[in-house]
């Protein structure tokens, strides 16, 4: 069985948003653990922390939505 240049990219493409999705997961998670501590030891801060875990929610998110438009990019290339 032979693998194409084109299967063998496609392939990578797939590892990467794996690898892009579980990182924003893990990142995610981590953040909201951070703000929950945070919110229970400060509760009279929850309105800050919440707005800065929003924040930093959309960025994590940002970097995994690019993540995928590159790799589709990229082995859109590779097939065309």
Do not use: H, K
């Not at 990142?27 to 509760?43: E, T």
């Not at 707005?51 to 097939?79: H, K, P, Q």
């Amino acid at each position: 069985m032979e693998i194409t240049g084109i299967a063998f990219f496609s392939a990578l493409a797939v590892i990467g948003l794996a690898f892009a999705a579980f990182g924003s997961a893990l990142g995610q998670s981590r953040a909201a653990a951070a703000a929950m501590d945070a919110i229970w030891r400060q509760p009279e801060a929850a309105g800050r922390i919440q707005t800065a875990l929003i924040l930093s929610l959309a960025f994590i998110e940002s970097l995994t939505l690019f993540t995928f438009a590159l790799a589709f990019l990229f082995a859109g290339r590779v097939a065309g």
